[in-house]
Nanobody
Framework: QVQLVESGGGSVQAGDSLNVTCAPSGYIFNSYSMGWFRQVPGKERQFVAGISRSGSPTYYADSVKGRFTFSKDNAKNSINLQMNTLKPEDTAVYYC????????????????WGQGTQVTVSS
């Protein structure tokens, strides 16, 4: 059974940093492209970042470019989203997702999803 388990969300102040982690099960880590999406109530899920199965290249939404870094930790079989200089508009539930294929920006292209982790940034 495929599982994507997110962790690391929380509540921080604007300007702070936070790291969210996703631990894919089984062969997902080595075989799938991974993505991070976020969602606020009443809105669709928004692409945040994507990483290929090899770990490179990575892609970022314009709103997070230069502040967020997406990486793979081969030793821990996990993917990490390091979020720096957080803003109140980054507040959302963050989801990791996996797809068999190249990175995609559309949430419908992804095959598996985690349960989400809440990130709250206060001003």
């Amino acid at each position: 059974q495929v599982q994507l388990v997110e962790s690391g969300g929380g509540s921080v102040q604007a300007g702070d940093s936070l790291n969210v982690t996703c631990a894919p099960s089984g062969y997902i880590f080595n075989s799938y492209s991974m993505g991070w999406f976020r969602q606020v109530p009443g809105k669709e899920r928004q692409f945040v970042a994507g990483i290929s199965r090899s770990g490179s290249p990575t892609y970022y939404a314009d709103s997070v470019k230069g502040r967020f870094t997406f990486s793979k930790d081969n030793a821990k079989n996990s993917i990490n989203l390091q979020m720096n200089t957080l803003k109140p508009e980054d507040t959302a539930v963050y989801y990791c997702a996996a797809r068999l294929g190249v990175i995609a920006y559309d949430e419908d292209a992804y095959d598996y999803w985690g349960q989400g982790t809440q990130v709250t940034v206060s001003s």
